[in-house]
């Protein structure tokens, strides 16, 4: 099945830096999705992305779907952003892969 | 509040009980899943309905067993389960064929097998 890796795995920031989350996948996609797993265990929509740049507030997204790649963009970070990451890929019939997820602390 | 509502929110229940978590969506989507969240693992996906009908079983063991009555109700039950099988379980809803906004999740049932 795809391969989806996530890189890095932990993160940890000062308030107010910037960081950059890392989404590979093994194969051709239908579509790709970016969620933020808040510390109750909800998982929210950040971006529904198959290519191109979407932004939202302080974060934006960016999928090369000819490389196999997104990233996803943290601006002036806050410790609300902290939580884990998850990059999903859809493939055949509008089935989604996820990737083990980045951890995201941040720091006052 | 996403669409999806899931209850209940925490389930602690003894290797013999039987219990049913149930999830619904007011989205007026075709398509369900439930999906397991273990520590440290990808989420994985256990079973799929499209227009109330089962389309995909991911090798889920039969100690848990779904029944979709309609495309808003989704329910989980389970029975003699193992300590292994504690883990967060999410619901998740979609326009059949994917649509403009994908996937949507509920909050989940963080469950806790003793």
């Known amino acids: ?108 | 509040e996403t669409g999806v509502t899931q209850t209940p929110r925490h389930l602690v229940m003894g290797m013999t009980n039987k219990k049913s978590l149930k999830c619904e969506q007011h989205l007026g989507h075709n398509a369900m899943y439930w999906y397991k969240q273990s520590a440290k693992k990808p989420l994985e996906l256990m079973f799929v309905y499209n227009f109330k009908e089962q389309t995909e079983n991911n090798s889920v063991p039969s100690r848990f067993s779904p029944e979709c009555p309609n495309s808003s109700h989704l329910f989980l039950h389970l029975h003699t389960l193992q300590p292994e099988d504690s883990a967060l379980y999410l619901c998740a809803s979609s326009p059949s064929g994917g649509g403009d906004y994908g996937y949507t999740f509920g909050s989940g049932t963080r469950l806790t097998v003793v």
């Not at chain 1, 191109?52 to 000819?66: D, E, F, H, P």
């Not at chain 1, 790649?69 to 998850?86: A, E, H, K, M, R």
């Not at chain 1, 990059?87 to 990737?99: I, K, T």
């Open chain 1, 1 to 108: 099945g795809i391969q989806v890796e996530q890189s890095p795995p932990d993160l940890i920031l000062q308030e107010g830096a910037n960081s950059t989350l890392r989404c590979n996948f093994s194969d051709s996609v239908n579509n790709l999705q970016w969620f933020h797993q808040n510390p109750w265990g909800q998982l929210i929509n950040l971006f529904y992305i198959p290519s191109g740049t979407k932004q939202n507030g302080r974060l934006s997204a960016t999928t090369v779907a000819t490389e196999r790649y997104s990233l996803l963009y943290i601006s002036s970070s806050q410790t609300t952003d902290s939580g884990v990451y998850f990059c999903a890929v859809y493939y055949g019939n509008n089935r989604l892969a996820f990737g083990k997820g980045n951890q995201v602390v941040v720091i006052p």
